[in-house]
């Protein structure tokens, strides 16, 4: 059954025009990025950039505190996600390969979790790091994107470990090696591709966070980069081209991870959306 | 460690019944089974590696329990407490009984930023189904390069960080060098020159919805396609030869296969949609004259902006338990489809 010109024209068509409308703001971003001053504020766009110049990405990493908040958004997220792999993984262990009393209570608490509003829990966090005298410090912050980030993270690795036959433990076990010996030497060299993607998802829910930090890091020195850039419009005024080329090296380092993992995303998400 | 202690005491099948089959347990020894390379089955080793998956779950309960569950706990407390400038300073606790409650439900802003957030969320989520179900179906029917094309434009979409996003629109939508008043301008519409996008509670939401939109239809839309592929082409054909036409086929074949995808996914929207903060927040922080606030941003302003901490939190709870019944609802669909957890 031959599609006449018009049917497979057409989707062709509305495919190049939703690949405008969804790449569209992230180009605009980058080339305004490298425009020179005159042609971000021109009375006609300039949609390329001929004259590009790295000016703006200088005013935005002259910027106070900017390698400080750099070293911040670094120290937390990397914290942040290391510590939750570590707990994720002896509990994800647990889950995937042993049968226990809760156990499916406990997968419950975990679906539940990764759910929590945290966007509405700010107020209470807040009364509680402060009675703990902990506002302005990264400690904080560092437990609750670890908290924020854990659910995820258990769910997603207790995929990967049942993944891995269960013969090759126990075949590693009737060879002599304890069970520990066998999830060291036999399952986790297998893991290391769903460490590394859970890790790098754990990575990008950090680094964006935003809602906590507002409310917690007001001092300007313990902030991380989400706050600064939703402040660098009011620090910078109407300085267009700095503020694009902040967001930009905000969003190369996601734009990185998320690239090189777009398929396990959509399978994984997909694996935890719809069957288990 | 326990762990180490014995070797498959604890049955080490994930999916029981399934693969393999599980040695039986004796019954009245607690459902263990007789190890495999039977060592040292001595009681005291026994019982360590009987506690070996709650010890390996201590560090995440402990975890969630201090860091998730604390904070829940808190701001119930809260709630019910008279908490504003003074008796922060001071450190007072001052119980309040229910009056935080009773002064949310009792004004009409509160009932008014619900009904907004419940408008808002129902927009947006139609919105991101309806064309994310499009876009996916769109994504089955291209050519492989123009699939690769467009699959890129939604990953950029996907991938950029909200808090950039954010930003990178309020330049999109500048009133004076925004390109988007320069396009309208250009296309005919000459009073959008110079518009003001933040200045309106319309105009506002319409930027943020385009937003969170543009940013979610691609979940949606790579979920589909996704899931498309997985159902066989016979089934197509076979509708074909029955002489269905395309509606025909989505409606009998397409949807009823991915009915649980639908609700299950509709569900998530819903959820994330009701609770978004950054967006609304970073876009114009609820502005003008407050007349943007949801029910998250609400609770904020009238928490930490205004400092009326006991109030915000009572506004909280409320949202929680709003999501909570969402939540329910999305577990149960959820639970139905997973026979095995």
Known sequence: MRRSLLGRTWPNVVAAGLFVFFAFPVYWMFSTAFKPNKDVISETPVFVPFDATLKHFGTAVDADNFWTLVGNSFTVTVCAVLLSLLIALLASFAIARMRFKGRKSFVLAVMMAQMAPWEVMTIAIYMIVRDKDMLNSLVPLTLFYMIMVLPFTIWTLRGFIAAVPKELEESAMVDGCTRTQAFVKVIFPLLAPGLMSTSLFGFITAWNEFPLVLILNKDPEAQTLPLWLTQFQTAFGDDWGATMAASSMFTVPVLVVFLFLQRKAVGGMTAGAVKG | ?341
């Open chain 2, 1 to 341: 460690m326990a762990v180490q202690s014995d070797g498959v005491v604890v049955r080490p099948d994930a999916d029981s019944g399934k693969t393999g089959s599980p040695p039986p347990s004796p019954p009245g020894t607690g459902g263990r089974p007789t190890p495999v390379p039977a060592r040292r089955p001595g009681a005291a080793g026994a019982l360590l590696a009987g506690s070996a998956p709650y010890l390996l779950l201590l560090p995440a309960v402990v975890a969630t329990v201090a860091l998730l569950g604390w904070p829940l706990v808190k701001n119930g407390l809260l709630s019910f407490q008279n908490l504003n400038p003074r008796q922060l300073i001071q450190h007072i606790t001052e119980w309040n009984g229910v009056d935080n409650y009773q002064a949310v439900l009792k004004s009409s802003e509160f009932w008014k930023v619900t009904g907004r957030s419940v408008v808002f969320t129902a927009a947006n989520v139609a919105l991101i189904m309806v064309c994310g179900a499009l876009v996916g179906l769109l994504l089955n029917r291209l050519g492989k390069k123009m699939r690769l094309t467009l699959s890129l434009g939604l990953v950029l979409a996907w991938a950029m960080p909200v808090v950039a996003a954010t930003t990178v629109y309020q330049w999109l939508f500048d009133s004076r060098f925004g390109v988007v008043n320069w396009m309208l301008d250009a296309l005919g519409w000459h009073s959008m020159k110079d518009f003001n996008w933040v200045g309106g509670q319309l105009s506002t939401f319409f930027v943020i919805t385009l937003l969170i939109v543009w940013q979610s239809i691609p979940f949606v839309a790579f979920n589909l396609y996704a899931a498309l592929t997985t159902i066989p082409n016979e089934l197509y054909e076979a509708a074909r030869m029955d002489g269905a036409g395309a509606w025909r086929i989505f409606g009998s074949v397409t949807f009823p296969v991915l009915r649980p995808f639908f609700l299950a996914t509709t569900f998530l929207e819903v959820i994330w949609v009701f609770k978004a903060f950054t967006q609304v927040f970073a876009i114009n922080q609820g502005g003008p004259e407050r007349l943007t606030e949801t029910l998250p941003v609400y609770a904020f302003v009238e928490g930490v902006g205004n400092q009326h901490f006991g109030m915000g939190a009572a506004i909280s709870v409320l949202t929680i338990v709003f999501l909570l019944v969402l939540m329910s609802y999305y577990f149960r669909v959820i639970l139905k489809q997973e026979e095995e957890l």
